[in-house]
Nanobody, 123 residues
Framework: QVQLVESGGGSVQAGGSLRLSCVAS????????MGWFRQAPGKQREGVAA???????AYADSVKGRFTISQDSTRTTLYLQMNSLKPEDTAMYYC?????????????????WGQGTQVTVSS
């Protein structure tokens, strides 16, 4: 079993920055890909960024150039650096992990999910 705990959310003004963290614990040896997803009220959960064990990344078009996903050397802590935040980035942000190799932005790929951390961007 894998546990994921997110932190770092908060409220910022448009143009500001936040850094999200996700710590993985439990049986993490089989994790090959991790990702960040978000869900705004009334909308479906969508992929934001993903990273594979070897560092290969994938980003949603809406965040390219503004968000950066990374992981620490132990690959048990995942980060999302969010710059130039916009009001439309407001959502609950979730960390996810899976044993599959592809750094997918699809929610269907991921077996393990965190509880989420709220990000609110005001104009």
């Amino acid at each position: 079993q894998v546990q994921l705990v997110e932190s770092g959310g908060g409220s910022v003004q448009a143009g500001g920055s936040l850094r999200l963290s996700c710590v993985a614990s439990g049986y993490t040896g089989n994790i090959n890909s991790m990702g960040w997803f978000r869900q705004a009220p009334g909308k479906q959960r969508e992929g934001v960024a993903a990273i594979r064990r070897d560092g290969t990344t994938a980003y949603a078009d809406s965040v390219k150039g503004r968000f950066t996903i990374s992981q620490d050397s132990t690959r048990t802590t995942l980060y999302l650096q969010m710059n130039s935040l916009k009001p439309e980035d407001t959502a609950m942000y979730y960390c996810a992990a899976d044993s599959r190799w592809a750094p997918s932005l699809s929610t269907f790929q991921y077996m393990h999910w965190g509880q989420g951390t709220q990000v609110t961007v005001s104009s």
